[in-house]
Every structure is written in C-alpha cells, then in structure tokens.
C-alpha cells in the first residue's frame, strides 16, 4: 500500500492565483481530512470528510472548497490564493471507530506571494 | 472543545525513559486521549490513545490519572530515533482532532 500520498510537495504561487492539492489514500478509508500547519504550530483542521459526498468544515475553512467524489481522493482547492495561506498542509484518512487512528500523508509546502 | 498543555521541550538521554505530561483539565467524559509525533517536517505519525486505562503498545505507554485531567507519556528506552514533536490530541466526536504546539523531544547522546 502506498498509504496516503498528496502531490505536489511544493508550489509557490501568486496573489490571487488558484490551485488544486492532490490527496490519495488506497486503504478504502471512510474518513479523510485536510490539515494546516503555520511554523512552529500544531495543525488546524480545514475541512473533513466521512465519506464519498459528504464534506464538512473544520476550524479554518474559510479560502478553502473540498469536494469527495471517490473513496480514495479529497482535494483541497484555493480559489484565490492570499499569503495568510502560506503553510504546510497534511492530508490523512481513517476508518472510524474508537480507534480512529490518523495516517498523515507527506505534506505539500505551499507559499503564496 | 477541550484543549491541551504541553511543555515546550524537553531533553532526555539516549537509553533513559522519556516522560512527557500533558495537561487536558477539560476534557468530556467521552473524549479520548491521542498522541502523535511528528518528525522533521514529515506527516504526524499515531503513537497510542487511552480514554480512562492506562495503556501500552510497542512504541509507549500512556498513563492517564484517575480524574481524567492529565496523562503522561512515556517511551520506556529513547533513542535518538525518538528526537520528534510530540502532540498530546483530545479527539472530539468521531474525527475532529484538537492539536496543540507540542513537545519538542530532544534526546542527547
């Protein structure tokens, strides 16, 4: 298994540019969830799934659309990128239960301009 | 939501037992305990939970106290290998996890 992959692992953009951030993960996870992390912060909850169709937002969503269409793919799409967005974002998925344990994909390193 | 206190870091000697406290005074009755570690700038990685028993697995254990307030965990023989961010995570609900800034591990040879 792959595990949870996100593409591309950096990407530097313009103001106002938009750009879509690939997330995958081949372990048939219901659940998937986009994170950010600031420097020397811990990761903040943007947006969530629990399954194909069903979206929701987390603690800082705003500037941010997901959609889930498949099992495997939830991206992350900035309509108009600001430089408040300037971050590390992590995707991770899991199956629910009490155990509910997270797998972080690698992270994309994205700064805007 | 409940959130958590951590220090900020710590250093530990290669070979020695890593305690590392976490203070959640408000949590519910029905959040569980997470910690994660992150390395470098890599994706976090599941280390053990608990709700209310102390628990144990092949990377740590995890002591919670009687009233739920706090746990500590602990990474009986730290290698330099363990030298991570270490995040004590109250989950809310089935997936909404609450990180805080973590515990910088250091261990020293």
């Known amino acids: 298994n792959a595990g949870v992959t996100q593409t591309p692992k950096f990407q530097v953009l313009k103001t106002g540019q938009s750009m879509t951030l690939q997330c995958a993960q081949d372990?048939?996870?219901?659940?998937m969830s986009w994170y950010r992390q600031d420097p020397g912060m811990g990761l903040r909850l943007i947006h969530y799934s629990v399954g194909a169709g069903i979206t929701d937002q987390g603690e800082v969503p705003n500037g941010y659309n997901v959609s889930r269409s498949t099992t495997e793919d939830f991206p992350l799409r900035l309509l108009s990128a600001a430089p408040s967005q300037t971050s590390v974002y992590f995707c991770?998925?899991?199956?629910?239960?009490?155990?509910?344990?997270?797998?972080f994909g690698p992270g994309t390193r994205l700064t805007v301009l | 939501d409940a959130k958590t206190t951590q220090p900020t870091s710590m250093d530990c000697a290669e070979g020695r037992a890593a305690n590392l406290p976490c203070n959640h005074s408000?949590?519910?009755?029905?959040?569980?305990v997470y910690w994660y570690r992150q390395i470098h700038s890599q994706g976090p990685q599941y280390i053990i939970h608990g709700l209310k028993n102390n628990e144990t697995n092949e990377m740590a254990s995890l002591i919670i106290t009687e009233d739920r307030k706090s746990s500590t965990l602990i990474l009986p023989h730290a290698t330099l290998r363990d030298t991570a961010v270490y995040y004590c995570i109250v989950r809310v609900g089935t997936y909404k996890y609450i990180f805080g800034t973590g515990t910088r591990l250091k261990v020293l040879a």
């Open positions: 372990m048939n996870h219901e659940y």
């Open positions: 408000t949590i519910s009755g029905n959040e569980y």
């Open positions: 991770a998925s899991s199956t629910p239960g009490h155990t509910d344990t997270q797998y």
